[in-house]
């Protein structure tokens, strides 16, 4: 069946970087966008950006323009999210996300990947 | 950027009751980019309805969606225990933005 899988939770000191990663399975990894969606505790889901599987292009929300980097290893149908400068407020749950351009929806998602930031 | 604002923030309901959820829109949104997300504590969101009025895949018809241009609505006609959830509206203009949120929970 189609399904992301991304890795596992991370803890991580103010000031570093954390990369996560996506792992497409069930599908043509190189046919959909594959977005980051992040979710503080407690609150709303909060869209970070996309990456074109098939030609590595990406497009990144304002708020993180100067600190994430989405990329993909084609070979392996994974996406990656680096996001660095870490500070206490990027503690959150991160998804990675499948944009089926059919639907105009995200119609699959990764379970989530926490990632804590402490001093 | 567009903004989504949801409303009530919280709705207080029993089995068994409709229950409506409004999104609106800062300006207009394309109702072929308007969706409608379901998610339960410690799990991912779950797609419900796409294009502002269509079910995703495996969805019971006890979940609509209307709506067009800046009002959208949910409809969830008769509340099952497993619909007691947060409810997500989220758009694809320029870019992509998620509205606060709607918490169904039971009374």
């Known amino acids: 069946q189609m399904q992301l899988v991304q890795s596992g939770a991370e803890v991580k000191k103010t000031g570093s970087s954390v990369k996560v990663s996506c792992k497409a399975s069930?599908?043509?990894?190189?046919?959909?966008?594959l977005h980051w969606v992040r979710q503080a505790p407690g609150q709303a889901l909060e869209w970070m950006g996309w990456?074109?599987?098939?030609?590595?292009?990406?497009n990144y929300a304002q708020k993180f323009q100067d600190r994430v980097t989405i990329t993909r290893d084609r070979s392996m149908s994974t996406a990656y999210m680096e996001l660095s400068s870490l500070r206490s407020e990027d503690t959150a749950m991160y998804y990675c996300?499948?944009?089926?351009?059919?639907?105009?929806?995200?119609?699959?998602w990764g379970q989530g990947t926490m990632v804590t930031v402490s001093s | 950027e567009i903004v989504l604002t949801q409303s009530p923030g919280t709705l207080s309901l029993s089995p068994g009751e409709r229950a409506t959820l409004s999104c609106r829109a800062s300006?207009?949104?394309?109702?072929?980019?308007l969706a409608w997300y379901q998610q339960k504590p410690g799990q991912a969101p779950r797609l419900l309805i796409y294009g502002a009025s269509s079910r995703a895949t495996g969805i019971p018809d006890r979940f609509s969606g209307s709506g067009s241009g800046t009002d959208f609505t949910l409809t969830i006609s008769r509340l099952e225990p497993e619909d007691f959830a947060v409810y997500y509206c989220q758009q694809y203009g320029s870019l992509f933005t998620f509205g606060p949120g709607t918490k169904v929970d039971i009374k």
């Open positions: 990456i074109t599987p098939f030609n590595g292009n990406t």
């Open positions: 069930g599908y043509t990894f190189t046919y959909r966008y």
């Open positions: 996300a499948r944009w089926n351009t059919a639907t105009g929806a995200f119609d699959i």
């Open positions: 300006q207009s949104v394309s109702s072929s980019y």
